[in-house]
């Protein structure tokens, strides 16, 4: 009678350590199943990260990685963008900047007195191939656009057909830029009695022109 019951006990110690371990398994499979979501998500998002490096590598630019993580069971959402950079405020300013100049330059070269190398040859009695050698010499004026090619004012040649003295040491003082030049000439300055560049070669004052030129190459002229 011992025995049998000793048995029974044995029984119900084995059932009750079943029904612990059933247990407990059952308590801790919801957070082996968290877990392993966990791990996909990480490996989603260390995925999305190399994919995203790789792209910027390629493609030179900057990429954006956007990750979407629930905490449901729905699968992360990762999106990869190109993103284009925005100009400053700097550089829009001198976007605009360029923008007009532009537009002033096409105006300009637009005027009556701006004449094709042709046209600025057969006024001084001369070849193109002649006047673009002058060009090139600093001997005449010559201002290039983006759309007409380079126009001469008509301007610099005096009613004698004769070209405008000084432009070579004008051009060595203002750093060889033509347009530098046109604007000096055309111009009213203090330091040059309210008169413009092109008056003052006009009435041979080559010298007082060209120190005042000096002045502006300088940048201490006002």
Do not use: C
Not at 174 to 191: C, I, K, M, T
């Amino acid at each position: 009678m011992a025995m049998t019951d000793k048995k029974g006990g044995s029984r119900k110690r084995t059932e009750r350590r079943g029904n612990l371990i059933t247990g407990y398994a059952g308590k801790w499979e919801p957070l082996f199943e968290k877990k392993a979501a966990a791990r996909a998500t990480a490996a989603r998002v260390l995925s999305g990260v190399s994919e995203g490096v790789i792209r910027a590598k390629n493609t030179g630019g900057t990429i954006r990685v956007t990750y979407v993580i629930r905490s449901s069971d729905e699968e992360t959402e990762i999106e990869i963008e190109e993103i284009t950079p925005q100009n400053d405020a700097l550089d829009i300013a001198l976007a605009a900047a360029k923008q007009r100049g532009s537009e002033r330059v096409a105006e300009i070269l637009k005027r009556p007195e701006m004449l094709s190398a042709d046209e600025f040859a057969d006024e001084i009695g001369s070849t193109r191939e002649t006047v673009n050698k002058k060009r090139k010499r600093h001997e005449v004026l010559g201002l290039e656009g983006a759309k007409r090619g380079v126009r001469f004012p008509k301007w610099q040649i005096g009613d004698d057909g004769q070209l405008l003295g000084g432009l070579a040491q004008l051009f060595e003082a203002l750093n060889g830029h033509p347009w530098a030049v046109y604007r000096f000439l055309l111009q009213e300055s203090d330091s040059l009695g309210g008169r413009t560049g092109l008056e003052m070669l006009r009435g041979g004052r080559i010298e007082d022109a060209v120190g005042a030129a000096r002045s502006i190459g300088k940048g201490d002229f006002s």
